[in-house]
Antibody, heavy 121, light 103 residues
Framework: EVQLVESGGGLIQPGGSLRLSCAAS????????MSWVRQAPGKGLEWVSV???????YYADSVKGRFTISRDNSKNTLYLQMNSLRAEDTAVYYC???????????????WGRGTLVTVSS | DIQMTQSPSSLSASVGDRVTITCRAS??????LAWYQQKPGKVPKLLIY???TLQSGVPSRFSGSGSGTDFTLTISSLQPEDVATYYC?????FGPGTKVDIK
């Protein structure tokens, strides 16, 4: 079955660090564009970071310099290392596969169930 | 950066009604637009990509149209299970969402 399963969320104090994991099955992470999307409580969807199949990485301005996206090809797993966490980083973090093509543009076709990160003292 | 806006921000309609949601891009984006449905407490689900291509398994009462800067998502006959927030997306930008309720 093709799926994504996130883990690693929890309650963390401001300034702390957390690493999220996203285990993929049924397809190869390294052959795809993979992304993290978050949703603060009661708010909309916000793109956080993407890693291309070639390894290039990009970040939203709100997390640049604090978050790092990576993958472990041997484990077929995507990660998000989050440092210097702030209260405004509180959200459900979704791992998602991003498909791209010159005909259809970009879209997220596969989503994990999400993991909740709460930044609070 | 291209900005995405949606209207209305929320709507309430009766079962069986035709519902239309609009998404506008701040500059032309060809047909590079997707729509997602997020039911309360659930994961976002892809409905439509390339502005008008229905994702496999999505009911045919959902349709999308548009090109350039203006796009629409239409539910031809609203059902109770369609209560959700709908988001448009271009590239790495999402619209703010449209919440759909039953009257």
């Amino acid at each position: 079955e093709v799926q994504l399963v996130e883990s690693g969320g929890g309650l963390i104090q401001p300034g702390g660090s957390l690493r999220l994991s996203c285990a993929a099955s049924g397809f190869t992470v390294s052959s795809n564009y993979m992304s993290w999307v978050r949703q603060a409580p009661g708010k909309g969807l916000e793109w956080v970071s993407v890693i291309y199949s070639g390894g290039s990485t990009y970040y939203a301005d709100s997390v640049k310099g604090r978050f790092t996206i990576s993958r472990d090809n041997s484990k077929n797993t995507l990660y998000l290392q989050m440092n210097s966490l702030r209260a405004e980083d509180t959200a459900v973090y979704y791992c998602a596969r991003l498909l791209s093509g010159s005909y259809f543009g970009w879209y997220f076709d596969l989503w994990g169930r999400g993991t909740l990160v709460t930044v609070s003292s | 950066d291209i900005q995405m806006t949606q209207s209305p921000s929320s709507l309430s309609a009766s079962v069986g009604d035709r519902v239309t949601i609009t998404c506008r891009a701040s500059q032309g984006i060809s047909n590079y637009l997707a729509w997602y449905q997020q039911k309360p407490g659930k994961v976002p689900k892809l409905l439509i990509y390339a502005a008008s291509t229905l994702q496999s398994g999505v009911p045919s009462r959902f349709s999308g149209s548009g090109s350039g800067t203006d796009f629409t998502l239409t539910i031809s006959s609203l059902q109770p299970e369609d209560v959700a927030t709908y988001y448009c997306q271009k590239g790495l930008s999402f619209g703010p969402g449209t919440k759909v309720d039953i009257k």
